[in-house]
Each structure stands twice: as C-alpha cells, then as structure tokens.
C-alpha cells in the first residue's frame, strides 16, 4: 500500500488538470472499457471537485476514506472534496461520469444543488444501489446531458444545470430512501452553517461554546437546535469530523501520532490516544495496524 510519507501532504487534484475530465467548472465523459489514469492509480489523494459516475460495468476496487467498494453493474458512485480516495486496480469500467466544482455549485441558477442530500453527504457515504427504473432514468438523463455537453452554444449552460438539477434531485431522493437520513424537514440554516464552521475549524476549535460564540448564538440554542435538527449533540459533530480526519491520516500518511495529534489540536499525544479510543474503542496505533492488515 502506498502511503504518504512526512514531509508530504496528500495530493488534491483539480477539476481542470483531471486527466480524464478536465474542465474549468464542469465536466462529462461517457467511457467503455476504461482503466484508471496512472497519476491516480495507487496514490492517496483528494480531488477538490464533485465527481459522480454511474458504472454500467466493472469490478475494481477503490478506497474512499478508508472504506473498500468493488465497483458493481447499475451503480451511481459519488465523490467529494476532502474525501480521501485510493484507486487499487487498473481494471476496465464502463459507464459516464460528471465532474463540478465549488465556483459551478455557487452560479446563481446552480446555488439549489448544493443543498441537496447526494451532494451534502451527511451520512459520509459513497454509493446508490440503482434498480431497473432508476436505471432507465438515469441513463436517459445522461444522454440528454451529454447531448448538450458536446454541442456548445447559447442554451447549453442553461439546459446542462436544468437536467443536472433533475438528476441529482432524483438521486437525493434514493439517497434518502436508501440511508434513512435522520435531519429534519425544516430549516436547517444553523445545522448547514455548524457543519460549516466546523470543517473549517475542527484542527483548532474543539468547545461548542466557542462554535456558538463564532455563530453568534448561546451555546444552549445552538445545542438544542443541532440535536433536534440531526438527531446528534453537537458536541458529536465536532467529535466525529476529529476521528474522521484522524482515520484518515492513520491510515493514508507516516505521521506519527504525536504529528497526527498535533494537527488536530491536541498538544499532549496521550491526550489524543486516549480520546481516540474514547471515540473508537482502539487506540491510533491499533487502528493503523488493523486496517493496513486488512488493506492487504
């Protein structure tokens, strides 16, 4: 397994130098039989952009945050940015993919995509298991966008957002079905603007006091609202984006643990070790071993 040593950080590879999809906001590409670009293959990395693909066909297996899928037929994959992916076998795919960035989602008739589920990915997961109907949508969907893709001209941008929006509103609705998100229905303005805060600031923020300082609101408001709007405290919040990042670096990187701890904010390493396995119920040196074993 290919890790990152420590002197490096894990390569992020934007949209528009993607050697398969490169584009400046948007991108889409219809593929049969082919393999992994070699710059990707093996190599720990994070993109910075939105890439969805729907796979007719295929069987190699990839990493997303330390999870193994093998690709399978009639299934939508979704990536995002900061997720950790490794590409392991250089095996053919069918199928088509969609590629944006954050500056594509922020355009004033794109601003509604970003708050739906299958691009918010609450649940941190990875893929949506398509039943025939779903198939025969998606498919047309695609072909209507790719038609529209390949023929610039005054309307493209226009109908390319019209059918995306379709799409990825139907794929929200199966991400729902499929992993029984617990938020609720009503605004959600605190809990999106939360999450936000805390991707931002979770290496050096850790208090909900202070989360709530930053979001100008009481830290009694704050944790009622979080709680009923997410079925979490929000204390849990901050918890689980610290383990997740720590997962992540255990598992891709050679930083020891008093690196890995440092970077999150702790300045003891036991400190860190005892709340990772508060957290986890191994300590960070287990779990490194037991998924670099289970890797192999």
Known sequence: MNTIKIDQDVPVFSLEHDPVLPGKLFSMRHFEGMRPHESELLVPHRKDYYLLVFARRGDSRHWVDMTPYVTTENTFYFFGPNQVIVKEEPKCMWG??????????????????????????????????????DVTFVEDMLAKMQKEFMQPGEWQQKMITASLTLLLTYLSRLYDEQYKSITSPNDKSLLKKYQAAIEENFRKIHQVSEYAALLSVSPGHLRDVIKSQSGKSAIVHIQERMVLEARRMLFHTEYSLKEIGFDLGFSDASYFSRFFKRETGVTPAEYRALTREMYQ
Not at 99 to 115: K, Q
């Open 96 to 133: 088509t993919a969609i590629a944006f960035d954050r500056e594509f989602l922020a355009l004033h008739d794109n601003a509604s995509m970003a708050h739906l589920p299958v691009i918010r990915n609450e649940q941190n997961t990875h893929e949506l298991k398509l039943a025939q109907a």
